[in-house]
């Protein structure tokens, strides 16, 4: 199959995925690889401006690309149904359970009733009336993701597309969402095409993996081929990136930037990220059978063979402990309103060091940080920096205390004004306080953005000329222009992709041992595990368990560590997967 | 010998600044279209035929070769009478757009940034204009004070600026919990210097939406004022004027009512399509990251 854009620019090329009964297969790539693109073309449906040229979408003996629009709307319905990532979004608030389930459904009030109920029953959600007549908004992340799977699967499709379903929820939330959807494949013979950014998710969930890269797959096999046996380097590169829980180690970026549509090298379409790139690569390859996996490489040996396959470097997570923390909190309460966000919470963050702040949304973690930044009015207790007191809020402190503390925020898209250059707001970030020439200025923000491996000719840009792990360090620079003594972030890693991921934690690492206090703030405990070296965890604004990163991680104590370690879901390692596979072979 | 060429996509700046505006085919037929009705306003009175205070044959006499357009209800030349009757509105209805959005904003950006009392007070005022009727407040104004230039831009600028505050206070408040907003006041940025740095950027496409809505509005109210004998006093020619005197000879005379028409209604559309096309480019290349 082939989607194109309406001038003729190729979105997705030339796509063959084929799936047996009960089998869930797992699209995995970085965001702008058409990974979503590829999953809409398979309900026939294109967005503005996009169309199928050319291919077949056939399931269960139903040519999706031959119907008229009736008959689609039908098999859309009885077919092929579709999860999209934000239910929030994707469920009308204003209508109730019941008539969302039952919307697609025929027959009498009776029987759609009952078949909903039993729906209801299957995804694990209360069957009675009452909540048969909740309204979307009632409901928790995870519930309306349960929901929405519901709505998908009450007609009974042969076929469920769920794009990046699991996204927005939480680690014990996504567990739960995920076993679902394995049982639903096997108790209702479901067949299932997950499209996910996450690795760790896919390896859970699926059986077969099509990895796609610029609109192409560049590999696609059994699941336990590819995760035991990568041979595409974009595969490699892609496990490669992902932090593990157990031990810290180097992540490995990809470095660039996924090409955009009609863009890329005109021979093989990672070339130009490639590590092992020779120079048959200018020829684009063909999908080839290796082994039992196809992959689109000149080489299509399992990429170990043919290149130092990384190696897991240890990244010392002791660093010599300085006795004074730069800052402290003491016994911080905080409220919105009459609630009350945090209980009596007590950290101190030291130079050199990272604190990790972890807990699941709602759990009061972000409140923290902007109480510790002083954006956050109605909070209680006590601040100091460097053993003076600080005050709660951001207007009563000196301008050099608020200098000294920077704030990095967690959505990258929105940290930098879109209306000026990435220059000018480094150069602002500078001037405040501390007053500058134009000349020493431009010096100063050409560093900066070298410090953090942009280059300064990108200072002329706008931000919404760079990706998004390009603004995530423009964000990290004009924090450090203020040469800084304490970093906040603010899950600054979740909006990106992995393998960008990866690029910012070794610079957080690296600015680390230039002696920067660091307060990490995260549900990942898999980037906990690759930055921090204490960990505090909170549970509805109280911290439950806290202390050094490897006790915490190793030996948890409190119950809901246990419950968020043991829901994390990690890439099974490689090398045991190889065992595995060797294992088979004898 | 082999040679291996290697090419890569070069980086070509996109236009900047006002130049990215220009790219766009609505603001270019909107500035032509602007620049053509305000050179020929301004020209206009050297090309006239005749004066356009004096009769030149009977009252409504239909096109000839004498007078392109006819004459109108006191037999005075048409052609001469549009082309000299855009003078006021050509300056009046610009600086009444301009003064309104520039007042309507500062007092939306402040009332936004600010909040609390400062916002209430503010907007509860601006909500007392609004409440006022522009028409009859004008009305009352010009007859006590008579029909002055200064006096209605004054007028006009009091009935829109309202509507432009809370549309421009609308879109400042999310941005408020953007994070770059957020960052600069945790740094302790001045809050003036957030205002205009922060704010006033982001809201430049409903500002320029705004501005263009502003400048048809004005046109609209100037020639509607001549149109009842409120604004521009005859016998100077003008648009809106023109219309009201010849508007009983439709039937004799089209041309004298239809000409101005058309004239106002090409200013108008001028100043929509600038600010409609300037809207939608930087929606495209800033808006969204």
Request: glycine share 10%.
């Amino acid at each position: 199959m082939t989607v194109e854009r309406s001038d003729g620019a190729l979105v997705i090329e030339d796509v063959s995925l084929a799936l047996r009964v009960g089998e869930v297969m797992g699209i995995v790539g970085e965001s702008g690889s058409g990974k979503s693109t590829l999953a809409l073309a398979l309900l026939g449906y294109a967005r503005r401006g996009l169309r199928i040229a050319h291919g077949s979408v056939r399931v269960a003996e139903t040519d999706m690309l031959q119907l008229d629009k009736a008959e689609l709307r039908a098999a859309r319905r009885e077919v092929v149904a579709y999860v999209a990532q934000d239910p929030g979004a994707a469920l009308n608030p204003m209508l109730s359970l019941e008539t969302l389930l039952t919307e697609v459904l025929a027959g009498n009030r009776t029987e759609k009733n009952a078949r909903a109920r039993e729906i209801l029953r299957k995804v694990g959600l209360p069957d009675d009336n009452s909540f048969l007549q909740r309204k979307p908004r009632q409901l928790s992340g995870g519930q309306q993701q349960r929901i929405a799977i519901a709505m998908a699967v009450i007609a009974k499709p042969r076929l469920i597309i769920l794009d990046e379903p699991t996204t927005g929820l939480d680690v014990s939330t996504r567990a739960r969402v995920l076993d679902l959807i394995r049982q639903l494949c096997i108790s209702d013979s479901l067949t299932a095409i997950y499209v996910s950014h996450d690795l760790a998710v896919i390896a859970n969930v699926a059986d077969h993996v099509t990895v796609m890269y610029g609109g192409q797959v560049v590999e696609q096999g059994c699941m336990q081929d590819v995760l035991s046996a990568p041979r595409h380097p974009y595969t490699r590169a892609l496990f490669d990136a992902v932090p593990s829980i157990q031990a810290r180690q180097a992540l490995r970026p990809i470095h660039g930037r996924v090409p955009g549509v009609g863009e890329g090298p005109s021979g093989c379409i990672f070339s130009d990220r490639c590590e092992y790139v020779v120079e048959e690569c200018s020829v684009r390859p063909a999908l080839n059978l290796a082994g039992n996996t196809l992959v689109r490489c000149v080489r299509p040996e399992p990429v170990q063979t043919f290149g130092a396959r990384s190696v897991a470097v240890g990244h010392p997570a002791c660093r010599p402990t300085e006795t004074r923390p730069i800052l402290e909190a003491r016994s911080i309460d905080a409220f919105y309103g009459n609630r009350q966000i945090l209980f009596d919470v007590g950290l101190k963050v030291e130079p050199g060091r990272c604190l990790a702040v972890v807990g699941e949304s709602g759990s009061g973690k972000s409140t923290l940080s902007r109480c510790l930044i002083g954006l956050h009015g109605n909070v209680t207790g006590q601040l100091t920096l460097d053993g003076r007191p600080l005050p709660l809020t951001v207007g009563l402190r000196d301008q050099n205390a608020r200098l000294r503390l920077q704030y990095i925020f967690q959505n990258s898209n929105a940290s930098l004004n879109p209306r000026r250059t990435v220059g000018a707001s480094l150069a602002a970030a500078l001037d405040i306080g501390r007053g500058t020439t134009p000349k020493r200025s431009g010096t100063v923000v050409a560093k900066a953005l070298e410090r953090v491996g942009i280059s300064p000719d990108l200072a002329t840009r706008y931000p919404a000329e760079l990706s998004g792990g390009q603004r995530q360090r423009v964000a990290i620079a004009r924090a450090l222009v203020a040469e800084p003594s304490v970093l906040l972030c603010d899950e600054v890693t979740s909006s990106l992709d992995v393998s960008v991921q990866a690029s910012v934690i070794e610079l957080l690492r690296s600015l680390l041992d230039d002696g920067l206090g660091m307060l990490f703030v995260t549900h990942d405990l898999a980037v906990v595990r690759n930055i921090a070296d204490s960990v505090v965890v909170l549970s509805a604004g109280r911290i439950v368990e806290c202390g050094d990163i490897d006790t915490v991680l190793s030996s948890p104590r409190h119950p809901y560590t246990q419950s968020l370690l043991t829901n994390m879901l990690q890439l099974p390692s490689a090398d045991a997967g190889q065992e595995a596979s060797v294992a088979t072979m004898l | 010998m082999e040679l291996t060429v290697v090419l890569r996509r070069r980086f070509r700046p996109r236009p900047v600044g006002w130049w990215r505006l220009w790219a766009s085919v609505q603001v270019r037929w909107g500035v032509v279209l602007l620049v053509a009705m305000t050179a020929l306003i301004a020209i206009g009175p050297l090309l006239a035929p005749y004066d356009p205070a004096a009769p030149v044959g009977r009252p409504y006499v239909s096109p000839s070769a004498d007078a392109w357009l006819g004459t109108d209800n006191l037999g005075r030349d048409v052609l001469s009478r549009v082309l000299c009757g855009g003078v006021y509105l050509a300056w009046m209805a610009p600086i009444s757009a301009l003064l309104s959005v520039t007042i309507g904003t500062a007092i939306a950006l402040v009332a936004a940034y600010r909040g609390g009392w400062v916002d209430l007070a503010l907007m509860r005022s601006l909500d007392v204009l609004l409440a006022f009727p522009g028409v009859l407040l004008t009305l009352l104004c010009v007859s006590v004070f008579g029909p002055q230039p200064l006096l209605l831009v004054g007028l006009i600028v009091l009935t829109l600026m309202p509507g432009v505050a809370r549309v421009i206070r609308g879109a400042a408040l999310p941005l408020l919990n953007r994070e770059y907003v957020l960052w600069a006041k945790a740094v302790g940025t001045p809050g003036l210097v957030i205002i205009l740095r922060e704010l006033l950027p982001n809201v430049s496409s409903p500002l320029l939406v705004e501005l263009g809505l502003r400048l048809s509005w004005s046109v609209g109210i100037l020639s509607s004022m001549s149109f009842i004998g409120y604004g521009i006093q005859p016998p100077a020619a003008d648009w809106g004027l023109m219309v009201s005197e010849n508007g009983s000879g439709l039937g004799a005379q089209p041309f004298a009512a239809l000409a101005p028409i058309v004239m106002i209604v090409f200013y108008t559309i001028g100043g929509s399509l600038i600010a409609e096309g300037a809207a939608r480019v930087i929606a495209r290349t800033e808006g969204k990251a």
